[in-house]
Structures are given as structure tokens and as C-alpha cells.
């Protein structure tokens, strides 16, 4: 709660600074890259209501782009402080950064396709079905073998964390383990490391 509260605020002061710009670019003379970087302060502060509240708007992709786009904005303005190194670009350099910093963590987060607000429901009802197997003490395993190729996968529970082994043969012998707090986090790790999917899981252990 004392987070989200945390996030509102800071998303009003944002607000606020970007309001103000606006004021300037739409009444006064301003520089057109004052008018591109609120476009895309706009484009951000969106995302970020969206997260907050942990609402769906365009897709994860979107975001991930956007992400991209402000680290790059970022690094032009580091280039401008070092090309004209003095108090001023620096300051203003500074300011951008730690305003800018908490908005660059989440829209991160936001794009993130595998975070809880785009998962669907679905995802959900399948987390919940294999939680449920491993609580009552069983495993999950499953195997697949691509171009000679063989992987297999073992989840199971163990002092309340799921732990996730992995197994690979091909032109030599690989196994590594890793531990997860939650279901979904578990296969996640698996989907990322492994060929196999969750429905592939499921399937092998229904």
C-alpha cells in the first residue's frame, strides 16, 4: 500500500512537470525537442497510471519499445554534458536523471510480458491447477527432444519453494537447478531455458 501510495505521488508531481512544459510548448516559444520529449513524457506517464493500477493498455511490446526510446533520450543527454562539460548541463542532466529514473523502473516492469497484469486468465487457472499438484506433494515432469536434442524438465516442491530441474543431452551432458518463490515464476524459468511449454507440461502430467 505505502508503495502504490509512493507511486501516486510521484506520478502527480510528474504530472505537474509535464503540464507546465506543455503550458510552455503550446503558448510560448519553445525548442522542438521540447516538443518531442513531451510527447513522449505523455506517451510514459500513461504507461505508468496503467501499471500502477495494474491495468492492460496496448501490449507489453508497446512498452518495451517505449523503454528503449527513454534509455536512448537518456544517453543524448549524457552526450550533450560531455561535449559541453559545465555546471549547467549537468545539473540539468542530474535532474532528468533522478526524475526519470523511478519512471524508467516502471514501465520496465510494465512491459514485462510474463508480470501478472498480462497474464491471462486462462495462464491463471492453469498457474492455479499446477500449484495444486505440487502442494499435494507430486511432481511435474516433461521431455522433449528436438534435432537430437533431448530436454528434460522436473518441478517439484521442496521447504516451500518450487524448484525447477532441468536436464539437456546432445553433443554432451547439462543440469542445472533453480528455485522459485511462486508457480508461475517456476515456469517462466522453463519456458525461457527450455523448449518445452506449459501446455506441454500440463499435457505430460494430466
Not at 97 to 125: R, V
Amino acid at each position: 500500500m505505502f508503495k502504490k501510495l509512493s507511486l501516486i505521488v510521484y506520478g502527480i508531481i510528474y504530472f505537474i512537470i509535464i503540464a507546465s512544459s506543455l503550458y510552455d510548448v503550446l503558448f510560448q516559444e519553445a525548442p522542438a525537442w521540447l516538443s518531442i520529449g513531451i510527447f513522449f513524457s505523455i506517451w510514459t506517464f500513461t504507461g505508468f497510471v496503467h501499471y500502477v493500477f495494474e491495468k492492460r493498455f496496448q501490449s507489453s511490446k508497446v512498452w518495451k519499445r517505449l523503454f528503449y526510446l527513454k534509455c536512448v533520450g537518456l544517453a543524448g543527454f549524457l552526450v550533450l554534458f560531455i561535449i559541453s562539460p559545465n555546471i549547467y548541463s549537468f545539473l540539468n542532466f542530474l535532474f532528468i536523471f533522478i526524475f526519470e529514473f523511478p519512471m524508467l523502473i516502471c514501465i520496465y516492469k510494465y512491459s514485462q510480458p510474463k508480470s501478472d497484469i498480462w497474464t491471462s486468465e486462462s495462464e491463471k487457472l492453469q498457474f492455479i491447477h499446477l500449484a495444486k499438484i505440487l502442494d499435494d506433494g507430486k511432481e511435474l515432469s516433461a521431455y522433449k527432444s528436438i534435432d537430437q536434442k533431448n530436454t528434460t524438465v522436473l518441478i517439484t516442491k521442496v521447504d516451500g519453494t518450487y524448484r525447477v530441474k532441468v536436464d539437456r543431452q546432445s553433443n554432451y551432458a547439462e543440469s542445472f537447478v533453480k528455485n522459485f518463490s511462486t508457480v508461475p515464476k517456476a515456469v517462466y524459468f522453463m519456458e525461457q531455458y527450455t523448449p518445452i511449454a506449459m501446455d506441454e507440461l500440463l499435457a505430460s502430467n494430466a
